[in-house]
């Protein structure tokens, strides 16, 4: 028994029938391999002759642990050892630095304009610290990567952080759309208020033509306009879910697919990560036996639960990986993976 | 018991002398302080882009009854001569 895979598509099949797809996430619970996944789909590509960027999202990177060399410094590095391949570690510090910056300017020139003569340092030293700015300085590195990276490359690869920080991050670009839309209207009722209560309408009026605040949200709502059309566009974008074969991480990507559906975000499909080899198990000890029973038992749900998603099993090498060859190995196995194999290697 | 108003009439001129300006100063101090705060909590009422806070909804019984008054406060236009006051 192979648990062949009647219905469905290799990852090499789907990316050659999806050339357009530009933007890859791979997603999944801790541990999973999500960081080995985004490597092996970016060294895919990168040995097919593109020029590919992978970027880490994750808080805590281990592209610098994964390729053994330094990585790191949030800039744009190329991978040695792999052609085509440039990798970077997004840090959001300064970009977080940078918001309180220019919140606490805004506020203290709004404070000024309305007349409210307060020593405004602490008012503004508590509105300027918020937990959601790590957040959203994250989005908007995403963002920026899209935006700007998107045209040097051929295809980018995001490796995301655990599922919910994934999902806040997508999610963002949904409610941060919303909040911008709420936020243009209230600054458009509070302008012209502003108008109504002044005497000198003429100067109101002008004041608010010129008005920084909604020139910078009109410059965001923009932004978010712009990530919506390439998030939410299925021949731009992909999003890949890596599990285990074990009970938990199968769950938690069956309740990620139903989440990313609600944020207009286009599946590409299912890579199972770690499976022991038969020819492996059978040489090994009694403990290796019974793990690749077990794991059988959940290769069976995966057939039956996220069976035609499957796009590639990477199997559990004797090896840690680490370095660019086994980077490259998985590469290999990503691409030469087909549902006729089945999930028991 | 003219006595007794000449002592009252001289308590309250000194009172008011004395202090009056003080607490006109203190409650107009407060005033702003608290015009300040609803501004850095309740700003994205006016466009202001401020996540908003987690306590802001704690706060907004207690503010609701002056909401109306802080926006009109905020954004109107000041005169000279209430420059000229402050």
Redesign the interface.
């Known amino acids: 028994m192979t648990l062949q895979l009647e219905k469905g598509m290799s990852f090499k099949d789907y990316v050659e029938t999806h050339e357009s797809i530009k933007f890859f996430f791979t997603g999944g619970k801790g541990g999973v391999g999500k960081t080995i996944a985004a490597a092996g789909i970016a060294t895919y590509f990168a040995n097919q002759g593109m020029k590919v960027l992978i970027a880490s999202l994750n808080p805590v990177h281990s592209l610098t642990s994964l390729f053994n060399q330094d990585l790191t410094g949030g800039v744009i590095k190329p991978v040695h050892g792999i052609d085509n391949l440039d990798a970077i570690e997004v840090d959001i510090r300064d970009r977080v630095e940078a918001y309180k910056k220019q919140?606490a300017d805004?506020?203290r020139w709004?404070?000024k304009w309305?007349?409210?003569?307060?020593k405004?340092t602490e008012?503004?030293d508590?509105?300027a610290t918020?937990p959601?700015?790590e957040e959203?300085a994250m989005f908007d590195a995403t963002i920026d990567i899209m935006l700007e990276q998107g045209a040097k490359y051929d295809k980018i690869v995001f490796d995301c952080a655990a599922v919910a920080n994934a999902v806040r991050l997508l999610g963002l670009n949904k409610i941060y759309g919303l909040w911008?839309q709420?936020?243009?209207?209230?600054?458009?009722?509070?302008?012209s208020?502003?108008v109504k209560?002044?005497?000198?309408k003429e100067k109101?009026m002008e004041e608010i033509k010129k008005d920084p605040?909604?020139a910078?949200?009109l410059n965001?709502n923009e932004r978010i306009k712009k990530a919506s059309s390439i998030l939410g566009d299925p021949t731009k974008t992909a999003f890949f879910f890596v599990t285990l074969p074990l009970a938990l991480p199968i769950s938690v990507v069956q309740r990620f697919i139903e989440m990313v559906k609600g944020f207009n975000i286009a599946i590409g499909g299912v890579i199972v990560n770690g499976v022991l080899r038969r020819d492996v198990a059978e040489k090994g000890t009694e403990y290796m036996r019974n793990k690749y029973e077990e794991q059988k038992h959940y290769l069976e749900i995966i057939k039956e639960r996220l069976g035609p998603l499957v796009r590639a099993v990477i199997p559990l090498y004797e090896r840690e990986i680490i370095g660019v060859d086994m980077v490259k190995q998985v590469a290999d196995d990503l691409a030469s993976w087909t549902p006729e194999k089945g999930l028991l290697l | 018991m003219a006595m007794k108003n000449l002592k009252r009439g001289l308590r309250d001129f000194f009172f008011g002398f004395l202090y009056l300006p003080h607490i006109k100063n203190l409650l107009e101090?407060y005033n702003?302080?608290d015009?300040?705060?609803m501004?850095?909590?309740l700003?994205?009422?006016?466009?202001?882009?401020?996540?908003p806070?987690i306590y802001k909804l704690r706060l907004l019984p207690l503010w609701y009854p002056r909401i109306e008054y802080w926006?009109?406060?905020?954004?109107?236009?000041?005169?000279a001569l209430e420059?000229l006051k402050?």
Do not use: C, W, Y
């Open positions: 919140l805004r506020l709004f404070l309305a007349d409210i003569p307060v405004a008012f503004i508590i509105a918020n959601a700015f959203s911008l709420r936020m243009i209207k209230s600054r458009q009722e509070a302008l208020l502003r209560l002044s005497f000198r109101a605040m909604m910078d949200l965001l | 101090q702003n302080e015009l300040a705060l501004t850095i909590t700003g994205d009422m006016l466009g202001i882009p401020l996540m806070p926006k009109k406060h905020v954004l109107m236009e000041k005169g420059k402050e």
